[in-house]
């Protein structure tokens, strides 16, 4: 199966590739806007079978499923945001003073902001060394280059609450007990939305189960996949 992955918000467009090697790793980040990405995401992703999406890659790779512009096989979600910020509706996700506090904190600091939101990935993580050496391999300065702070907003603004996701394709649900991002029991919220999911709690993983055991996550996989 020919499989696209799209990555986490502040992280190398190829982080997955610890898990899947000979996937295609797309970088979304060049657009300028949602609706461009996800054009873009679409011209691309038409060619595979498989989408693995991170965190807010996963919310990018659900949203292009329901616009009907690309139709794969199967979904891989990687601690996905089902609603990033709490709204007065709903308080799934990070409570709005928190999230405005850390977004003014990256408008003005970037690069400490940036040093702060990747330890917070690793953070309470069973195998929090193994994950900071993971991610110490990638260059925090590249990815300062990049306008996080739109992509932020995006965060900010969107959640499935409201949202039909009877329609997407099978999907494999997989989120660390131990996430300080996107606590696990989102997950749940997408089980309960999406018909064809099948769900993996990863019992001391934080927000990033790939860089956690990226063995046992490549197994779980390749059993979805019925590889």
Same mark, same amino acid.
């Given at each position: /199966?020919? /499989?696209? !992955? ?5 992280? +190398? ?6 898990? *899947?090697?000979?996937? &295609?790793?797309?970088? =979304?980040?060049? =657009?300028? !806007?949602? &609706? ?5 995401? @679409? ?13 807010? $890659? $996963? ?19 990687? @601690? ?13 996700? *990070? ?10 904190? =990256? ?11 990747? &330890? ?14 993971? /991610? ?6 590249? *990815? ?5 702070? #739109?992509?932020?907003? /995006?965060?900010? $603004? ?11 394709? +099978? !999907?494999?649900?997989?989120?660390? !007990? #131990? ?8 997950? =749940? ?5 999406? +018909?064809?999911?099948? #769900?993996?709690?990863?019992? $001391?993983?934080? %927000?990033?189960? %790939? ?8 197994? %779980?996989? *390749? ?5």
């Amino acid at each position: /199966m020919n /499989m696209l !992955t799209l990555s986490g918000w502040g992280q +190398p467009h190829d982080a997955l590739s610890v898990i *899947m090697a000979d996937a &295609e790793h797309f970088d =979304y980040t060049n =657009y300028k !806007t949602i &609706e461009k990405a996800l054009e873009g995401i @679409a011209c691309k992703a038409h060619l595979h079978d498989v989408i693995i999406g991170w965190s807010l $890659g $996963g919310q990018l790779a659900v949203r292009t499923i329901l616009k009907g512009l690309i139709r794969p096989k199967k979904l891989i979600l990687v @601690a996905v945001p089902y609603q990033f910020v709490q709204t007065d509706e709903s308080k799934i996700g *990070m409570p709005r003073d928190k999230f405005e506090k850390f977004r003014s904190n =990256y408008e003005n600091n970037p690069a400490r902001t940036l040093a702060k939101a990747w &330890e917070l990935i690793a953070l309470n993580d069973k195998n929090s060394d193994k994950v900071r050496i993971a /991610m110490g391999k990638k260059s925090k300065d590249q *990815m300062l280059e990049k306008d996080w702070l #739109h992509w932020l907003d /995006m965060l900010d $603004g969107f959640s499935f609450k409201n949202i039909d996701l009877s329609l997407l394709p +099978p !999907t494999l649900i997989i989120h660390g !007990t #131990h996430d300080n991002v996107v606590d696990f029991s989102q997950s =749940y919220e997408f089980i309960k939305s999406i +018909p064809q999911a099948r #769900h993996i709690i990863i019992e $001391g993983a934080g %927000h990033a189960p %790939h860089f956690f055991d990226e063995t046992l996550i490549q197994k %779980h996989i *390749m059993e979805f996949l019925n590889v």
